[in-house]
């Protein structure tokens, strides 16, 4: 239990309102850990895997209507609507809490509500937040357990006057005398679903979905949303970033982040395996990056995570052996297929399907079923001390200072290989027009269109995207322009005329960073370009790999008429910031239009 006594006003109420059997304060142990599991493979909702194959594994089925985060029940209730902005769904805030006041009331009941305080970030790091997540759902439990630092560690942490940010959880079906789960608990209608943040009061309501972001409330609702608030407020930076360590054959380390849109290769990116001979990659974080302040002026990460929670569909030995090697004990499966042997598959496992298999919703499945055995966002959650290339230093608690940030989408045209910025406003401005090509998936008649993503931040704003750009030129004016990191926009997924991917991506992609790293200390040739400057064809290393100097000369070219049409594509999207577009990235587009002019 805890002393402080906000905490414990706060939790009376919520089990009044909620009206829980009983009340469960998380310790975070082992123990725990292991009860937690058994009430779920009594309750029939949890698979143990073959102990051999998979030591300490689970495998759970979501309900078909609760498998991804829920963007369009995703809520930013900021007091003013235009403080939520022009890319967040807003509710006002005092009607939103009557709405879900009344959805909460005795939604518990029949259930435990487990008091899980959580540090997102190395206990008592300058750096790290605490919050409390209050959750009937013992599976959200045992996923912050190793996606975050749980128990009573933290509350001590907490102390008696410690602030902490409030994640208010339901999966909102509570259980009448005697009735037990029949299946994975949530609210099936979706439009019933709510992810509601209140950024003033640094509060999180969830209530309907027991599945990912939606429920792990430590992830994208805190360490994004509200911690940006958060960052806004402080002077820092709260980022959809991956943290990666490079090593140099002469043994210099260079720590980097990168922002890239969901689906485009973050957590095999962050563990990548070098192609190119002495280089050395390392992994702090996959997913989430905090930046503040050192007292040397430059900006220090931490990785406010202890798990990743993956993409497991295409996962293998080729795309990143090193997830495959950190999953195999010690995690959680959700959603993957389950094997006769109890083992699981996926779709690009790159292992042979086999002949028959449970699927992700628990029918029978065969090679001939015409559907996929385990769901597009399938997920594992592993913790990220057993990632074979972890460095060291990941739980650091001063962090880590950066010297680059990648930045990038997934573009088929128009975007070179790399382009690195000319300065601190100039990498805004590039990150501002970050994005991807609608694709068929994405069920719109916008398909082919690219979709702004601002730093990748799109689903994950806690307030007006205008003013969060505005944030991060100010964080430019706060220390000198040498101790800034190097932003540099990179785009893995340009094809030619026959639609083929021209880089091969994966491990190649090293060759770029060091390319990269060679700037940074000065030994890389560019040439300067109306878009930023850009390697030579020559500067990347390609040796031995199927690519000429001419493809190289492609994947790095200006192509002037496709920029002047993106640069109307990104005055229209600046328009709809309206008055908050900081007037500096306004000032940067005329810039690219003039010098483009000039070509
Ligand atoms: O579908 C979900 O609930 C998870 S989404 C996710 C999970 C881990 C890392 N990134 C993401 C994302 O959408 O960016
Ligand atoms: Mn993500």
């Not at 594994?57 to 609507?81: G, N, Q, W």
């Not at 090697?325 to 292992?351: F, H, M, P, R």
């Not at 004016?477 to 091969?504: C, H, Q, S």
């Amino acid at each position: 239990m805890t002393k402080n006594l906000e905490l414990t006003k706060w939790v009376d109420e919520v089990a009044a309102l909620c009206k829980p059997d009983s009340v469960h304060w998380a310790t975070g142990t082992e123990e725990e850990y292991q009860d937690m599991l058994n009430i779920m493979l009594d309750a029939g909702l949890a698979t143990k895997l073959d102990e051999k194959k998979k030591p300490g594994c689970y495998l759970f089925r979501s309900h078909p209507s609760d498998v991804a985060r829920a963007e369009m029940r995703t809520f930013i209730a900021s007091r003013k609507e235009e403080d939520a902005g022009p890319t967040n769904n807003w509710i006002d805030p005092v009607e939103l809490k009557a709405t879900m006041t009344k959805l909460y009331d005795g939604c518990m009941s029949g259930r435990v509500m487990y008091v899980i305080p959580f540090s997102m970030g190395p206990i008592g790091s300058p750096i790290a937040k605490i919050g409390v997540e209050i959750s009937d759902s013992p599976y959200v439990m045992i996923n912050m357990r190793i996606m975050t630092r749980i128990g009573t560690a933290v509350l001590e942490a907490l102390g008696e006057n410690g602030e902490f940010v409030r994640c208010l959880h339901s999966v909102g079906k509570p259980l009448a005398a005697g009735e037990k789960d029949d299946g994975w608990p949530c609210v099936p209608n979706v439009a019933e679903k709510y992810i509601s943040h209140f950024p003033e009061e640094r509060m999180i309501w969830s209530f309907g979905s027991g599945y990912g972001g939606n429920a792990l409330l430590g992830k994208k609702c805190f360490a994004l949303r509200i911690a940006g608030v958060q960052a806004r407020d402080e002077g820092w930076l709260a980022e959809h970033m991956l943290i990666m360590k490079l090593t140099s054959p002469e043994g210099k380390s260079y720590y980097i982040t990168g922002a890239f849109p969901s689906a485009c290769g973050k957590t095999n990116l962050a563990m990548l395996e070098p192609t190119i001979p002495g280089w050395k990659v390392e992994t702090i974080g996959d997913d989430i990056a905090w930046m503040k302040f050192g007292e040397d002026g430059r900006l220090y990460a931490i990785n406010p995570e202890a798990g990743f929670f993956g993409v497991i569909p295409g996962t293998s030995m080729q795309s990143n052996p090193n997830a495959v090697k950190q999953t195999l004990s010690n995690s959680i499966y959700t959603n993957a297929g389950l094997t006769d042997d109890n083992d699981v598959w996926w779709e690009g496992s790159g292992l042979p399907a086999p002949d028959h298999l449970i699927d992700w919703k628990g029918n029978d499945w065969t090679p001939e079923s015409g559907e996929p055995a385990a769901h597009a966002n399938a997920r594992f959650t592993t913790p990220a001390a057993q990632c074979p290339v972890i460095a060291p230093e990941w739980e650091d608690p001063a962090g880590v200072p950066i010297s680059a940030i990648l930045i990038g989408g997934r573009r088929q045209a128009t975007i070179p290989l790399v382009n690195e910025s000319t300065d601190w406003n100039h990498g805004i401005f590039l990150g501002s027009i970050m994005g991807s090509e609608i694709t068929t998936a994405d069920i719109t008649d916008k398909v082919g269109q690219v979709r702004r993503d601002p730093f990748a931040m799109l689903p994950f704003m806690g307030y007006h995207m205008g003013d969060y750009l505005q944030h991060w030129i100010n964080i430019g004016k706060k220390t000198d322009a040498d101790k800034l990191p190097k932003i540099y926009f990179v785009n893995w997924f340009r094809k030619d005329e026959e639609g083929k991917f021209m880089w091969p991506g994966f491990g190649d992609n090293s060759r770029v960073i060091k390319w990269i790293i060679e700037r940074l200390s000065g030994d890389a040739k560019a040439e300067t370009t109306a878009i930023g400057n850009l390697p030579l064809p020559d500067a990347i290393d390609i040796s031995g790999l199927d690519i000429t100097l001419a493809d190289m000369e492609k994947l790095l070219t200006v192509d002037k008429e496709a920029w002047l049409a993106e640069i109307e594509s990104i005055r229209e999207n600046y328009l709809s910031y309206g008055n908050r577009l900081p007037a500096e990235l306004a000032a940067e587009l005329d810039k690219l239009q003039a010098r483009l002019n000039e070509m």
